[in-house]
């Protein structure tokens, strides 16, 4: 999978796992860093979706950098790039909004939907997502 997404323009780093099943709608609007994890996520990314290194996209998350200007006659397109920085984690079954970006090591917990930046060491819940406490690295 990591060969056919560099074959169309993703730009992926080393040690990347990505599972079966995950859905990218343009590799060569991706850039994922080293070491990062993607299970059989969907990332609809209209526009850039830069995943940094050390992150996690668990099983049926979603990122989405499109959505639509209903107060527009035409429903104009508008899009927004999503960042995740280093060591991000997004829960099984989260959603990411268009323009969102997750902060160094933030946490956004399974079903979490993330419509506003979250900060860095935050673990988030709910919808829309709220920081609940703060994440403690420990060695």
């Known amino acids: 999978m990591v060969f056919l997404l560099r074959l169309f323009g993703a730009k992926i780093g080393k040690q990347v796992r ?81 323009g969102v970006t997750l902060h160094s090591h933030a946490v956004l917990t399974m079903g979490s939907v993330a419509s506003k930046k979250l900060e860095a060491f935050g673990i988030y819940q709910g919808n829309p997502a709220t920081k609940v406490k703060d994440r403690v690295i420990s060695s």
């Open 18 to 98: 990505i599972k079966p099943g995950i859905h990218i709608k343009y590799p060569w609007k991706l850039v994922i860093g080293d070491y990062s994890w993607l299970a059989d996520c969907y990332i609809e990314n209209l526009d850039m979706v830069n995943i940094g290194t050390n992150c996690c996209i668990s099983q049926q998350a979603v990122l989405i950098t499109g959505n639509h200007n209903y107060t527009k006659v035409g429903f104009d397109l508008l899009t927004s790039p999503i960042l995740l920085e280093e060591g991000v984690w997004i829960g099984a079954s989260a959603k990411v909004c268009p």
